[in-house]
């Protein structure tokens, strides 16, 4: 606890899930850069896994991938999205790595033969997670999102940790917000603050008393409703606020909760001056998405797309790129399985309408061929192409069957017998058993060849991209490739992998094995999203 300068800011949700704490933390940490201070956030997961990189998207959602190499929730890429905060494994912690590393401690006999319990050990360890980042001179504020729901088993030991860490540093560096559901009775219209008022007794069992309560709601509370949840909750009357529905852009919120000053209580529950906010990049973003100029409509054939959070880091790349072209987007979502010429839905009918194709990542071999088959149309209709991991495996089988002549060309992750494996398993891979935290993870520095597409795009020589996979390229067949037409325009100089691949006879025809998606911010658009959607406005302008 080096840095006593440090205010703590805990978030803590309540009634139900999926309620926007993460789009709430997020949204307090840019408003308070926008008061000038500088932020660092944590997300605090009550599920026993290490991390999120083994489960089903159909369980989890998307898996965020950090600079450093660390698998993590979805709300990291919030939090990155909205803030300048540069995240690490340190701000991703879960119940799976805090007893991890107590038990280990106890293995080795760091405990002197005492037992060994959830408190203090399980806490302590908790605590020492939020301290230790926290040791950065620089920062002003670190902001603790708490998942899951008040009365949840799985939540105590992190709640019990905040109450501590209250109890030990006092009202004027720490502060806690609970946020929470007012539901509207649609029949009679009415509110109902129930859910809410049982949310906060269980909060206070637990010995946290909330300073705010952001209350989720369909509309404004009203005076009288904010009297009533405040004498019942034992809250300040005017530390309830409203934490409205948005029909728009999630872009909206942190204005929207601006209004509602959710900044200025904060600060003044620290005694800070309320400084004007000012966040003229942000600015400039929401008047670019609330003014579009231009409409584009990009079909995304994935394999997770019936699911709203699967590629919720792609979704707002290219919301991102459409904003830097003044474009309003449509973003079509088409499950590759269904896309199976002749047999099922015929490609062209499903992607006739869309000015521009993206094949996003994933694993398994489910919905393969149907991607392959979208990839086989964009090529041949000069479709902008855009691929991304898995995106590019299937590019490359998709090249290598109907360009290269080479029949049977597949990944060895699809068939491990393949006559043509021009994709497989990387070689450091080949050994490793455990699935947790063992493909290639995290920024690794990608070479632009002179002369290839993607090097004019990013206007350099080199960039540090993201990556999350176990199977490249083999490298056997490049020259079978480069001799039928195909561009590598990107290489990891260490090892010759190959990072990227593109088509000169194509207007754009693009495949990265790289994540992009995860380092694009609204303020700052991944130049591969924002020259994918300007090639998709052209070929949709000349199309119509």
Known sequence: MKNQKVKYIFVSGGVCSSLGKGISTASLGLLLEGHGYKISIIKMDPYINIDPGTMSPFQHGEVYVTEDGAETDLDLGYYERFTEANLSRKNSVSTGQIYNTVIQRERRGDYLGRTVQVIPHITNEIKKRIFDVATDDMLDFVLVEIGGTVGDIESVPFLESIRQIRQELGHSRVMNIHLTLIPTISVAGEQKTKPTQHSVKELMELGIYPDMLLCRTATNLSDEMKSKIALFCNVTEQNVISA??????????????????????????????????????????????????????????????????????????????????????????????????????????????????????????????????????????????????????????????????????????????????????????????????????????????????????YNSAFAMERHRHRFEFTMKYRDTYLNNGMVFGGIHAETELVETIELHDHPWFIATQFHPEFKSRPTAPHPLFRDFIKASIEYGSKKR
């Open 244 to 457: 409205l529905d948005i029909n728009g852009s999630i872009y909206e919120i942190p204005y929207m909760l601006h209004l509602n000053r959710f900044d200025e209580i904060v600060l003044k529950h620290f005694g800070l001056e309320i400084t004007p906010l000012k966040l003229p990049r942000w600015d400039k973003f929401i008047k670019a998405i609330r003014n579009p100029r231009k409409k584009v409509t990009i079909g995304v054939v994935g394999k997770y797309t019936t699911l709203q959070d699967a590629y919720r880091s792609l979704y707002e790349a290219l919301v991102h790129g459409a904003a830097a072209n003044e474009a309003e987007i449509e973003i079509v979502r088409i499950e590759s399985d269904k896309i199976l010429s002749g047999k099922n839905i015929n490609v062209r009918s499903v992607l006739k309408d869309v000015d521009g194709i993206l094949v996003p990542g994933g694993f398994g071999d489910r919905g393969i061929d149907g991607k392959i088959e979208a990839i086989r149309y964009a090529r041949k209709e000069k479709i902008p192409f855009f691929g991304i991991c898995l995106g590019l495996h299937c590019a490359v089988i998709e090249f290598g069957r109907n360009v290269c002549g080479l029949e049977d060309a597949n990944s060895t992750e699809f068939n491990p017998t393949a006559g043509h494996p021009v994709i497989s398993l990387l070689e450091e891979q080949e050994i490793i058993f455990d699935k947790g935290g063992t493909m290639r993870l995290g920024a690794f520095r990608c070479d632009f060849n002179e002369g290839s597409y993607i090097r004019k795009i």
